[in-house]
């Protein structure tokens, strides 16, 4: 079946370093991914996306390439801020279904 | 841009009662909605599939007349957690996708409901 491999958390990371987190997946067809982030005490916020092989996409630094070949979707920033601890998740949908399967998430904390 | 909206934020009660929690789209028309369930530290589990003027679809190993849903209208659904127990103590997070463009969900704020 469908998945979504995150590496594990927590990360925790000084002020301007740089970030990766990587994500795997496993899928039929051709899945639409996401990473999502999930500040303390609130909901998912799409970050950003991409649906098709070779796409990046990119929001607030972050930025993320659809890598069809090996089947990943890692999660970049050249430097983090403080304003970047969450949890993030990696996520993928099938083109044909509308659900929405969710990596197990990375905790980030970014430190001063 | 679109907005779920889910209500309330945080609730408490006490074990036996039954709680509902709503999921509105602000701004667009849903026809499908998701309700899932969060874990502390963990990932998202889906728990049901909301359409519509139908019934809901549920994922495997969730009790249906545990929590009901229901589906109205275009721009609203609801997850009611019957004779609740503290083991239903969780963060519950509703989403909700536009149906009229091929956009990703939407997610509400979620609800942390505690059982005492």
């Not at chain 1, 740089?18 to 909901?43: D, H, K, M, R």
């Not at chain 2, 969060?38 to 249906?64: D, H, I, R």
């Amino acid at each position: 079946g469908n998945s979504v491999t995150q590496m594990e958390g927590p990360v925790t990371l000084s002020e301007e370093a740089f970030l990766t987190i990587n994500c795997t997946y496993t899928a039929t067809g051709y899945p639409s991914l996401f990473w999502y982030v999930q500040y303390p005490g609130e909901g998912l916020q799409l970050l950003l996306k991409a649906t098709k092989a070779d796409d990046k996409g990119s929001n607030k630094g972050f930025e993320a390439t659809y890598r069809k070949e090996t089947t990943s979707f890692h999660l970049e920033k050249g430097s983090v801020q403080v304003s970047d601890s969450a949890v993030y998740f990696c996520a993928l949908k099938e083109t044909s279904y509308d659900k929405v399967i969710f990596g197990p998430g990375t905790s980030l904390s970014v430190i001063p | 841009g679109a907005v779920v909206s889910q209500h309330p934020s945080r609730v408490i009660c006490k074990s036996g009662t039954s709680v509902k929690i709503e999921c509105r789209s602000l701004d667009f028309q849903a026809t499908t909605m998701f309700w899932y369930r969060q874990f502390p530290k963990q990932s998202l589990m889906l728990m049901a599939t909301s359409n519509e003027g139908s019934k809901a679809t549920y994922e495997q190993g969730v009790e249906k007349d545990k929590f009901l849903i229901n589906h109205a209208s275009l721009t609203l659904s609801t997850l009611t957690v019957t004779s609740a127990h503290p083991e239903d103590s969780s963060f519950y997070i509703c989403s909700a996708r536009d149906r009229t463009v091929d956009q990703p969900q939407h997610f509400g704020d979620g609800t942390r409901l505690s059982i005492l």
